[in-house]
T-cell receptor
Framework: DSGVTQTPKHLITATGQRVTLRCSPR?????VYWYQQSLDQGLQFLIQ???????AKGNILERFSAQQFPDLHSELNLSSLELGDSALYFC???????????????FGPGTRLTVT | QQQVKQSPQSLIVQKGGISIINCAYE??????FPWYQQFPGKGPALLIA?????SEKKEGRFTISFNKSAKQFSLHIMDSQPGDSATYFC????????????FGQGTELSVKP
């Protein structure tokens, strides 16, 4: 158990809908990262938050957005869903420092999104 | 330049043998190289990681070998066990880009009893 929790575990929804995925980082970790895992694209970085502020962005679609709340949990919002958005979505957390030094990232169990 | 290339795509090893997975990168700014292990239906689990100031790191049966000049690094699993059967991902990151991980394509390892 990494200490990172994600809910829900599974999500089945229809095209055009909007969903919210939730992540709680390990106790004490200020950084949260979101990744998407699909068969054709592999594991891809989406976005990073540090202590409530967006720090880095990857290949995240404009239909997707995220935020990190004062209690450090994070939510990934996916809207206008398409069939191609079906994937595993992982959250990871680390204690990454302000100086930019890289610390280990610990992954949650993921949310499996199926768009029908 | 952001890519991390991983090989082989799949690997079959006999119990007790050595499993070797290789990764290559182009971006010389990468300064952190972790390996993750993923079982079906689970999230990636950090296995071992190395920074470019050392050429080798060993933790139990797992060893990372790092060749900075060749821009390559590899994972060696000694005395491979059926319980090691999983998908392995190499990754790389740089502090200049917030520490985001760039992953290789993954290697599906099967250890036969």
């Amino acid at each position: 158990d990494s200490g990172v929790t994600q809910t829900p575990k599974h999500l089945i929804t229809a095209t055009g809908q909007r969903v919210t995925l939730r992540c709680s980082p390990r106790s004490g970790d200020l950084s949260v990262y979101w990744y998407q895992q699909s068969l054709d694209q592999g594991l891809q970085f989406l976005i990073q938050y540090y202590n409530g502020e967006e720090r880095a962005k990857g290949n995240i679609l404009e239909r997707f957005s995220a935020q990190q709340f004062p209690d450090l949990h994070s939510e990934l919002n996916l809207s206008s869903l398409e069939l191609g958005d079906s994937a595993l979505y992982f959250c990871a957390s680390s204690e990454r420092g302000l100086a930019g030094e890289t610390y280990e990232q610990y992954f949650g169990p993921g949310t499996r999104l199926t768009v029908t | 330049q952001q890519q991390v290339k991983q090989s082989p795509q799949s690997l079959i090893v006999q119990k007790g043998g050595i499993s070797i997975i290789n990764c290559a990168y182009e971006n010389t700014a990468f300064d952190y190289f972790p390996w993750y292990q993923q079982f079906p239906g689970k999230g990636p689990a950090l296995l071992i990681a190395i920074r470019p100031d050392v050429s080798e790191k060993k933790e139990g049966r797992f060893t990372i070998s790092f060749n900075k000049s060749a821009k390559q690094f590899s994972l060696h699993i000694m005395d491979s066990q059926p319980g090691d059967s999983a998908t392995y991902f190499c990754a790389a990151s740089t502090r200049n880009q917030g520490g985001k991980l760039i992953f290789g394509q993954g290697t599906e390892l099967s250890v036969k009893p």
